[in-house]
C-alpha cells in the first residue's frame, strides 16, 4: 500500500497546522476548503464516470437537516447524527438512483432527475418552516460550556481534525474504489453500458455502489458543514445553485484525479475570498460571474481541470506516446 | 363545479402558456443542435431586464421594447452558440452542459453587478376580466393568447419555410441532411437565433407578471427543464402539451395543498415519469 504512505504524511503535516497557531480567519478558510473539497470529492467519484449529477445539494440537505433537527428536537448528539445523517444521504442517493439505474436513465435525463431531486429537497426544506425555519435558516442548539465536546462543539482547531479526518475519508474511499474492481466495470459501463452488461457487469450494482459512496460523503460533508457553521440555509445546503458550485470545485480542479476536487475547492474558497476583499458589497454577482467566466474556460481549454494539467506535465514521455498512436492529448472518457 | 377549483383549472392552463414558450426554445435548441442550455431561463431573465431598462428607466413606450427584446435576445442566442456552443461541439454532452451552466453563472453575476439584487417591476397591470363565475387576471390572459401566437408563428415557420424544413430535417437525421446540400453550421446558427428570440418572447410574457431579480430564473428554468424532459427532449409537441400538464399540477396542487408543496408535487410526478417512460410521456 506504498500510495497510502503520501497521504498518511500529508494528513500528519496538517494535523499539525492548528499548532503553529494560525489566525483565525486562516482558520476558518482551510476549513471550509477541507468541508468544500470532501464534497466535490463525493461529486467527483460519480462525475469521473459519466454519472454527473445537479443534484447534490439534496445529499448535503438531508444530512446536515437530519443531524441538525435530531440535535435540536432530540438532543441527540451530532457524534451520533452525523452517521445518521449520512446513512440518510446515502439512503436518499439509493432512492434516486436505484430506479435511475435499473430503468436505464442515463446521459442529461440522469442529470435532469439529480437536478428535480435537489430542487424537490430545497422546496421540502423551505415549506416545512415550522421545523426547519424555512429560507430564514436554523440555528443548532448552543450546548453549555461543559457539554460543548460532546455536542461536536468545539474550537477552530477541534474543527480543523474532524474536517481533515473526513476528508482523508474521502480520499481514502478514492483509493480503494480505484483499486477494486468495480472501478474498471464502472469505467466500462462508462464507455458502453450495453457491451459492458454483455460481458456480465452488473450495470445497476456497479451505479448503485458508487452512488451511495458519493452521496455518503457529500452527506458528511454536509452536516459538517452545517455544524462547523452552526447555521443551516436551504439555499447553501440544496438546490441547483450550491450543487453547480460543487461541480465547479470539482471541474476546475480536476475531477479525474482524487486530488482534483481539493484543489478545485482551494480555487474556489481563494477566488471567492479575493473578490470579496476587492468587491467589497458587490460581491456576490463578481463571485458568480467570474465562476461562470472560468467554468466556460475550463470546459473550453482544460476539460481535465488543474490537476489534469499536473499530469500532462509530469509525463511528457506519455503524451508523446499518445501523440505518435494519433491520440488526442488529454482525451476524455466518454461520458 | 368548485368555482375556486375552476379558477385554479384556468389558472393552471394559463400558466401551461407560460411554460409553453421557453420550453418550445430549448426543445428546439436541443433537437437540433443536441445541446442542453442550462443557462435558458436566465436568457430569459436578461430579456425581462431589457424591457423593464427600456420601458421604465429608458422611457421607451411598452410595445417597442417588447419588440426591441427580441432581436436583442435572438443575438444572444446567436453570441452563445459562436462563443460557447460551437468550439464544445465535439465535446462530450457533459462538457456542454456544464459549459452553459457557466453562461448561467455569467448572467446571474453580470446582472447582479448591473441592476443589484433588487426586485424590478414594470408596474404594468390589465384589469381582471370575468369569465362567467370566475375572475381572470387581464394580464395573464394576455400573455397566454401571446404565448400561443408565438407558437403558431414558430410552428408555421417551421412547416412552411424552407429553412423550417431543413431545421427538422437536420432534427430528424444529423448525418444524413449535409449529404443533401443543407450546411447544419448555418441551420445550427439559425437555430439559436430563433431559440433566443423564443426566450425573449417568454422574457416579454413573464415580465408584466414577474418582478425582475438576478436569480428569477431558478424560480421557472428547473421546471422548464423537467416539462422539456417530460414531453421528450426535442419533441416540440409533446413538450407543448406536457408544459400545460404542469401548469395544471402546479396550479391544482396550489387549489389542494399549498404553491410550495404544488412544485414538490410537480417535481415527484416528473421523476415518476421518467422512471415510467424515460423517452417522454409523448414519444412516439
Known sequence: MSGLLPLAAAVAALAAVPLLSPPDYVMHLLITALLTALAGTGWAMMGRFGLVSFGHGAFLGVSAYTMALLWNFFGLSPWIGVPIGVVAAAGAGALLGYPCFRLRVVGHYFALVTLAAGEIVRILVTALREYTGGSLGMTPNQAPPDAAFAAMQFSKAGFWWVALAAWAVGLLAWRLLDRSMSSKALVAIAEDEDAASSIGIQVTREKLKVTLISAALAGLAGALTAQYRMYLNPESLAGLGISLQIVFGAIAGGMYSPIGPTIGALITIGLEESLRIGFGTEFTGAAAFSYGILLVLFMLFLPRGIAGLLERRQRPAARARSAAAGAVPAAQPPG | ?284
Open chain 2, 1 to 284: 363545479m368548485d368555482p375556486f377549483l375552476l379558477e385554479a383549472l384556468l389558472n393552471g392552463v394559463l400558466l401551461g402558456g407560460v411554460f409553453a414558450l421557453p420550453v418550445l426554445g430549448l426543445n428546439l435548441v436541443f433537437g437540433v443542435v443536441d445541446v442542453v442550455w442550462l443557462c435558458y431561463a436566465e436568457l430569459v431573465m436578461v430579456g425581462m431586464y431589457a424591457v423593464w431598462f427600456l420601458h421604465v428607466q429608458m422611457g421607451w413606450p411598452l410595445a417597442l421594447a417588447f419588440v426591441t427584446c427580441l432581436p436583442i435576445l435572438a443575438a444572444l442566442g446567436l453570441l452563445l452558440h459562436l462563443l460557447v456552443v460551437r468550439p464544445l461541439l465535439a465535446a462530450p454532452p457533459i462538457n456542454q452542459v456544464l459549459a452553459t451552466g457557466g453562461v448561467l453563472f455569467v448572467l446571474q453575476g453580470a446582472a447582479t453587478l448591473v441592476f443589484s439584487t433588487d426586485f424590478r417591476s414594470l408596474g404594468v397591470e390589465m384589469p381582471p376580466m370575468e369569465l362567467g363565475e370566475v375572475f381572470v387576471s387581464g394580464t395573464k390572459l394576455a400573455a397566454f393568447v401571446a404565448a400561443l401566437l408565438g407558437a403558431a408563428a414558430l410552428w408555421a415557420f417551421l412547416k412552411f419555410t424552407y429553412v423550417g424544413t431543413a431545421i427538422r430535417a437536420i432534427a430528424r437525421d444529423r448525418e444524413v441532411m449535409p449529404l443533401m446540400g443543407v450546411d447544419p453550421k448555418r441551420i445550427y446558427l439559425i437555430a439559436s437565433a430563433v431559440g433566443g428570440g423564443l426566450a425573449g418572447l417568454a422574457a416579454c410574457l413573464l415580465v408584466v407578471q414577474l418582478d425582475v431579480h438576478p436569480f428569477v430564473g431558478l424560480s421557472f428554468g428547473p421546471i422548464t427543464f423537467m416539462i422539456c424532459v417530460m414531453g421528450g427532449l426535442g419533441n416540440m409537441l409533446g413538450g407543448f402539451l406536457a408544459a400545460f400538464l404542469m401548469g395544471l399540477i402546479v396550479s391544482t396542487g396550489g387549489f389542494w395543498w399549498n404553491t410550495e408543496m404544488s412544485y414538490v408535487v410537480a417535481f415527484l410526478f416528473f421523476i415518476l415519469v421518467i422512471f415510467l417512460r424515460p423517452q417522454g410521456l409523448f414519444a412516439r
